[in-house]
């Protein structure tokens, strides 16, 4: 397994701007830290769920229909270079709508992020499933995967206000670097 596009694919995806995270960084500027930490649990205990429920669903499809692994990996790819032609062409200078900043809306509203589902669907058959079937292995990628969201949620909380200024100021150069970090880890799926 190529650890580097893996980590890389997962740093970028959970830490780029998306619904959740754009929803905590309005809760900081509009409701506190507090409200938004308790709305980023919520969002980490779904991200997880999401997870363990791919896990499952891409371990039996493995097993059932061999030839489902090639198919998630081409889905993967596309989705990464999809993510990384919407990062490079974000404009974050548009204001975001608030929500309110609760454990339950941060956890249900996970459930419909597309980026989120997406996401927790192709990364395990992408990255983890060509190398390691073991239960134990794939639960470990879900366990570092849910890690690395929970740090994004919270990267967002904490540095929020850090971030809005320095990606309105430089957002072309850093939608452009991680546009690129992105589309690298869709072509190490397949070296």
Same mark, same amino acid.
């Given at each position: 397994?190529?650890?580097?596009? *893996?980590?890389?694919?997962? *740093?970028?995806?959970? =830490? ?5 995270? /754009?929803?905590? *960084?309005?809760?900081? +500027? ?5 409200? %938004? ?19 499952? &669903? ?15 990996? /081409? ?5 990464? *270079?999809?993510? %990384? ?17 609760? =454990? ?26 060509? +190398? ?12 570092? /995967?849910?890690?690395?969201?929970? &740090?994004?949620? +919270? ?37």
């Amino acid at each position: 397994m190529d650890v580097t596009s *893996f980590l890389l694919y997962c *740093f970028i995806v959970t =830490f780029t701007p998306g619904p959740i995270n /754009i929803v905590i *960084f309005s809760t900081v +500027h509009n409701l506190g830290a507090k409200k %938004a930490l308790e709305y980023a649990y919520g969002a980490t205990v779904a991200f997880g769920l999401l997870l363990v429920i791919s896990a499952l &669903l891409n371990t039996v499809l493995i097993n059932i229909i061999p030839k489902i692994l090639f198919v998630m990996q /081409i889905i993967g790819s596309l989705y990464m *270079f999809y993510l %990384a032609y919407q990062t490079y062409k974000m404009d974050t200078s548009k204001p975001t709508a608030t929500i309110t900043g609760t =454990f339950m809306s941060g956890f249900l509203l996970q459930f419909l992020n597309p980026k989120a589902v997406i996401f927790t669907m192709t990364v395990i058959p992408s990255f983890i499933l060509p +190398h390691y079937t073991v239960v134990s292995a794939v639960i470990i990628g879900v366990i570092v /995967i849910t890690f690395i969201g929970f &740090l994004a949620f +919270h990267t967002w909380v904490l540095f929020g206000a850090i971030f809005k200024k320095f990606l309105q100021k430089q957002s072309k150069i850093v939608n452009a670097m991680l546009a690129l970090f992105l589309a690298y880890s869709a072509v190490m799926i397949w070296l």
